[in-house]
């Protein structure tokens, strides 16, 4: 792996000063490295960040990966990495007019980690620096505790998808001149909703009694507001002490169930084992630095697909390579006919918004026009469609991205539809057909892929004797049995104490019948019951609720 040479940093820069004038927008140092096939290899188990810290499961990846490619050996373009400076690789086998190409598309990368609402936590860091430190920190407390490092690792990465993502956004875009005071938190919370029980009409009183006071009196408005209620509600004084004195020792219990346990769990904060604590909190922060990726797939890789291809039609370096790149591109964009390609979605679905908010179709006049005719040569020509996605590059996730814009036009436009399977009773094979063209049964099919953890949370009122107990919110998607009893040992081990979970089972499966029909799309939905499973001295038990 090396530095790619001062011939090709000069193209680069030429491409970067491209790409700004089309309004794209990045922090204009970068780093770019030439690497082998096999150096992508080696990295890909850390997700291209080579100072990442050290796990034995790295390594089994990297020899699963070596096999792998020994029977299918293939040439991964490029891979770009959120740090700063932005970090990308090329492989050596790309020529100049490829590189041009995906420069391109990094470039969009780029700009859409520096400029996309969800990666707002990561804008200020320096991840691969940071990574480093960490790096250096395991390895530290690997020579002083040995293999027990490596179980903590495995611990918390078994719930690492149960980081507070969006708990974090919210704290950081979370205006700190109007953050309350406990106090004041209590009284509008818990007070007046769960004491007083307060009607509607008169909590938003108190709220504009407060903003008044807060007008007013900047300085004291606190004691101001408080010295009012404590006329009407001599009472609340104590409420607030009580509940003071409740949660003197509790951290917020919110949907990040890594961080709950990192600052309540009595087994960690005892003195011997606090070191614990620094890499469970290592790997919580690597997982959150990785969750905005996860949840942009589809966005992020139609956005950088878009200007790749935009930028590259009027650069001159096509010249004479035009049939090499609609090769390359046809089949980074091609539509498999089962299965989904994110490049691919995320282009279409990008070209379509652009098309309509160019026409202004993306308006409540339009959508009320039924007649097809009518709507084919609506055309208002706003021209504001290049505004309009990018702005989508601002606010959206994929969720959004999917949930807003997949619409039967779309769904005509492009020829998409659902595959289905069905048994061939003759032949004995399964075989897929195209079970739907309706738009709402695509943006389903989406959406279901998307990456969708569980939300699980601490119930504070049901903890006893200082055994956590943790709440499934069923949404349709039941756990997968055969990881509950070691991710709940980990947990237990962490916590040090019983763990209680409660999620959902099915109790009934789909219509075994169904198995003999032609039919497998048509099986009668399952159903599901609340179970709670508690794991003590690592034995599991489980029943029924």
């Not at 480093?132 to 395991?138: N, V, Y």
């Not at 009580?242 to 509790?250: G, I």
């Not at 996860?294 to 010249?319: C, M, P, V």
């Not at 989904?340 to 993306?362: C, D, F, Q, V």
């Amino acid at each position: 792996m090396k530095l790619i040479d001062q011939r090709i940093k000069k193209i680069m820069e030429r491409c970067k000063e491209n790409a700004t004038k089309a309004g794209l927008s990045f922090q204009n140092e970068t780093l770019e490295y030439i690497v082998t096939n096999r150096d992508l290899l080696d990295l890909s188990p850390k997700n291209m960040i080579p100072t990442l810290y050290d796990y034995w499961v790295h390594d089994i990846k990297i020899l699963q990966e070596r096999k792998i490619y020994e029977l299918y050996p293939n040439n991964p373009y490029e891979t770009v990495i959120n740090t700063r400076p932005a970090i990308s690789f090329y492989n050596d086998n790309n020529p100049d007019w490829l590189n041009v190409m995906i420069f391109y598309h990094v470039l969009a990368h780029i700009d859409f980690f520096q400029n996309n609402s969800l990666y707002k936590h990561t804008w200020n860091d320096d991840f691969a620096g940071a990574a480093l430190a960490d790096k250096r920190l395991i390895a530290d407390l690997r020579s002083e505790n040995g293999r027990w490092v490596d179980y903590i690792i495995e611990f918390t990465r078994g719930i690492d998808n149960l980081t507070g993502f969006y708990d974090e956004l919210a704290e950081i875009n979370f205006p700190k001149e109007i953050k309350a005071s406990k106090k004041i938190d209590f009284y509008f919370d818990v007070f007046l909703n769960k004491i007083l029980k307060t009607s509607t009409s008169k909590y938003y009183k108190e709220i504009d009694r407060y903003n008044e006071c807060k007008k007013k009196f900047p300085d004291m408005f606190e004691t101001i507001f408080f010295s009012e209620i404590e006329k009407k509600h001599p009472e609340f004084e104590s409420f607030f002490i009580r509940e003071k004195n409740n949660n003197k020792d509790k951290q917020s219990a919110g949907s990040d169930i890594i961080k709950y346990i990192n600052d309540n769990s009595k087994f960690l904060n005892e003195r011997k084992n606090r070191w614990m604590k620094s890499v469970v909190e290592i790997v919580r922060k690597t997982a959150i630095n990785f969750e905005p990726q996860i949840r942009t797939k589809i966005l992020n890789e139609g956005w950088a697909s878009y200007w790749h291809e935009k930028l590259f039609l009027q650069d001159d370096s096509i010249t004479g390579h035009e049939v090499d790149f609609a090769r390359i591109n046809a089949r980074v964009m091609s539509m498999p006919k089962a299965g989904l390609n994110p490049y691919a979605i995320g282009w279409r679905l990008l070209m379509h918004i652009e098309e309509l908010a160019n026409k202004g179709k993306l308006s409540y006049n339009y959508q009320k026009i039924n007649d097809i005719n009518l709507r084919e040569k609506y055309n208002q020509k706003t021209n504001s469609g290049l505004k309009y996605i990018f702005d989508i590059r601002d606010n959206y996730s994929d969720f959004m991205f999917i949930n807003s814009f997949v619409d039967q036009e779309f769904v005509d436009k492009y020829k998409l539809y659902v595959v289905g399977r069905r048994l061939n009773p003759g032949k004995g094979v399964f075989e897929y057909y195209v079970k739907s063209k309706n738009a709402e049964d695509y943006k389903k099919m989406l959406i279901d892929s998307l990456y969708h953890p569980p939300h699980i949370t601490v119930e504070e009122s049901k903890i006893k004797n200082n055994e956590l107990y943790l709440n499934h919110h069923f949404e349709g998607k039941p756990l997968v049995q055969e990881y509950i009893h070691n991710t709940m040992i980990g947990i237990e081990y962490l916590y040090g104490s019983s763990v209680h979970f409660e999620t959902s089972e099915i109790v009934k499966k789909h219509d075994d019948a169904a198995w003999n029909r032609t039919q497998f799309d048509n099986r009668s939905e399952p159903e599901y019951k609340r179970v709670l499973y508690t794991i003590k001295n690592k034995g599991l038990s489980k029943k029924f609720l």
